[in-house]
């Protein structure tokens, strides 16, 4: 079954530095998004992608994150200057046509910012 | 007001029991409806989707839908141990190809 694949699973890093975090989405799914869930809580939306461009992001998704879908596989999530608040398990998803049709998680990574 | 509300548990059931978990949404323009199983340290899984009035079964699962009252539920029979996670209930927002939006989840405990 195709699946969303993201690396790494588990990143560490310091606070203030940049970080980026990768997927590969299912290759016939047009839609993207990127959610976290901190540890307990709820699963948040972040940002949705389509046609290259962003469609919808949340009040989380500030001037400190970014998308960018820089071939025609990957789809990542830049976290310019990490805070301790980031540490969060973020997941990829991917869609055949938008969320009519739910989407497909990956298996998330585990960010630590210490 | 809260945009999906789950009640979070823990629900506990004897195996083989009917599980029946609960939704709530606030917006009424919401069209599509889903279930997500979540075990602990994974990432969400979908189970059901439903996007008209009613039931919909798959299997051991059934989903019913009332937009009238703004409820969605999931009824599992036969309740296995392997069933026992988190289960996520997540609502599209009104524009099409936006967000889904999550509950909390309700986490269930089926006992063997």
């Known amino acids: 079954e195709p699946e969303v694949t993201q690396t790494p699973s588990h990143q560490v890093t310091q606070m203030g530095q940049e970080v980026i975090l990768r997927c590969v989405p299912i290759s016939n799914h047009l839609y993207f998004y990127w959610y976290r869930q901190i540890l307990g809580q709820k699963v948040e939306f972040l940002v949705s992608f389509y046609n290259n461009e962003i469609s919808e992001k949340s009040e989380i998704f500030d001037d400190q994150f970014s998308v960018e879908r820089p071939d025609g596989s990957n789809f990542t999530l830049k976290i310019r200057s990490t805070k301790l608040e980031d540490s969060a398990m973020y997941f990829c998803a991917s869609s055949e046509a938008g969320t009519n049709y739910g989407y497909t998680f990956g298996s998330g990574t585990r960010l630590t910012v210490v | 007001q809260k945009e999906v509300e789950q009640n979070s548990g823990p629900l506990s059931v004897p195996e083989g029991a009917i599980a029946s978990l609960n939704c709530t949404y606030s917006d009424r323009g919401s069209q599509s409806f889903f279930w997500y199983r979540q075990y602990s340290g994974k990432s969400p899984e979908l189970i059901m989707s439903i996007y008209s009035n009613g039931d919909k079964e798959d299997g051991r699962f059934t989903a019913q839908l009332n937009k009238a009252s703004q409820y969605v539920s999931l009824l599992i029979r036969d309740s296995q141990p392997s069933d026992s996670a988190t289960y996520l209930c997540?609502?599209?927002?009104?524009?099409?190809?936006?967000?889904?939006?999550f509950g909390k989840g309700t986490t269930l405990s089926v006992s063997s």
């Open positions: 997540a609502v599209n927002k009104r524009k099409a190809g936006t967000a889904l939006i």
